[in-house]
DNA sequence: GCGATCAGAT
DNA sequence: CACATCTGATCGC
């Protein structure tokens, strides 16, 4: 649960997911998702005073946000403050003191975080520096690296601080499967239940909240069936998520809810009151998404496991994991972070202690030379090779954005999304505030552990190396061979591939295999096969031991045939654009990335971020006169349809915003190159309508 | 009667 | 097995 109290050290005048004490005096207000615990103080009559007493007082958030608020009626009164920004698209805010007339310029820049519909970052550029809130967020290995809007000149941007989502961030979370074999592994369970019959129904045992949507849309995909819920109107504008979801009782998954559910469920009974169809009475399995992780030694599990005699636990997380955190963290590499959660049983040092090394801070009292003859087992690998810090899934701290050529500042995901990668319309994941990666390859993302040093305290002594260092090195010297024979093991072969093979697989695979939950089954004869009376499916399940929730972990899941057809899901979902790397030529490439003068602008853009304009978020960051026919070629493709010239990074147009005119643009540059202040309209009427 | 806070439960 | 939320008790306004 979030313990952030609404104000960022940079911006202390605008609040955000905080709504109460020092926050009723902001002069703006952000939402990041439409959870509880982001919204205290949100309904209080205290700021609603405010808002009476105001006239610019307003609420940013994501579309989605401000359709999910609004269709509580307890939130009705905003109405009339709230102004969505779409996705992905630089806005520039003005923060207006209306006592004193004081006027501060932000601009805004709302980034998928994949938590639940509507879920976002914001990122911040303003006076004071380029700050991230991450809100809540589930982002996988590299995602951050594919955040175009987080990069300037081929480089993530020059970040100050980062408000991060700590949820997980303790070892002890090391790895959490991710959210396509989670589904995968749900929608197998599903499988085996429902084709039985007619009459053999499934319960999804859901927490009140968002987030779940995303199972229930590919389930009722999958199968044809739309999911029984309590209320849709908040989802009556989003026909991708709606038209999965039905209020009519009489379909094979359900997700309703009551408060005795679990009593009905004893009685075989589903929360929304039935027992029987035609009737004939349902056969009924609950399954309670909940969040597994496996710890940096836990050699693999599955992602559903048995708790009863007709219930299952299913792997499933808003959250990203240890891992993911610590990946997402040492791309930004900003100057500060600051948990926004502190996990519980541990605490905000010992998660700062984790976090702090793989900031700026820290890594600039790091020797810049590392002294040669060092033996392999070597604890600290700092500088030992900049392409490990990258391809690897836990990056040495390492300030890449100041050596590093631009291809290898990219996440090894950006070249498997080339070769294979599918993804939903961009529609449909824009409604749903997810911004799926779908790595049709889970396991080539993680080291071997098992000889990794002990978790606990020891990781915490040596928090930014420790126990990946071993496995990164291994796993580098063999990667090269390794990967091409992968493909061809998991595309062409699948239908065919045996534990064998699979516990045979070096390198990645093997590295993946340890820290991976096996959805595969497996010959190591520990899985339990469920024979009982009512449930003979298909499926391996753990059954939950009595040794606790860790201790499940060489229990295996599902059949390799059913894992078959969790592939091809993934295979099925349309393409990802890996535009990254696609769409830079080269020669700008090597421009961007080796230009003294670039790598000056970078330095700079803490100071030059402010002179941002709204429709050419990253203008002021490419200053020197030498850039300039790079410039017009990023302003004519973010604001002209028409543009023929490629981009590294597509700017978004903000709404509303006027293209530049010629004269204007010459304008602009002269102030570019002289390094003024671009002085620029404000969109106030655009706001309103929103 | 409402809200804030805490404990407890799912 | 740890998310997000609801319920109920208690206290204060």
Redesign the pocket.
Known sequence: ?SCFQGQMAEYPTISIDRF?RENLKARAYFLSH?????M??L????LKRRLECSLKVCLYCSPVTKELLLTNPRYRFWEKRIISIEIETPTQISLVDEASGEKEEIVVTLLPAG??PGSVMFLFQGNNGTVLYTG?FRLAQGEAARMELLHSGGRVKDIQSVYLDT??CDPKFYQIPSREECLSGILELVRSWITRSPYHVVWL?C?????YEYLFTHLSEEFGIQVHVDKLDMFRNMPDILHHLTTDRNTQIHACRH?K??EYFHWNKLPCGNISKNTIPLHTISIKP???WFGERTRKTNVIVR?GESSY?ACF???SSYSEVKDFLSYICPVNVYPNVI???TTMDKVVEILKPLCRSSQSTEPKYKPLGKLKRARKTHLDSEEEDDLFDDPVPLPLRHKVPYQLTLHPDVYLMTAASPSKPEQERQSTGYKESMHPFPLANFIECEESNSEGEEELQTPASSQEDLGALTHHQQKADVEVPQWEVFFKRNDEITDDSLENLPSSTEAGGSQSPKIFSDSDGESTHISSQNSSQSTHISE?GSQ???SQSDTVLLSSQERNSGDITFLNKGSYRPRIKENIPASQMEQNVLCPKDTYSDLKSRNQDANMAPSVGEITTLSSGKHIPQEKRLLNFSTNADSQSSSDFEIPSTPEAELPKGEHLQYLYEKLATGENIVTEKRKSSFSDT
Do not use: L, V
Not at 34 to 38: F, I, L, N, S, V
């Open positions: 649960m109460d439409c959870h509880k615990d982001h205290k103080g309904r209080a009559p205290t938590h639940c809540d949820t997980f045992n927490k009140a909240a968002y987030g408060p559910a679990e909940s969040t597994m708790t636990r997380s808003f959250h996990p519980i049983g939950q606790g929730w860790d």
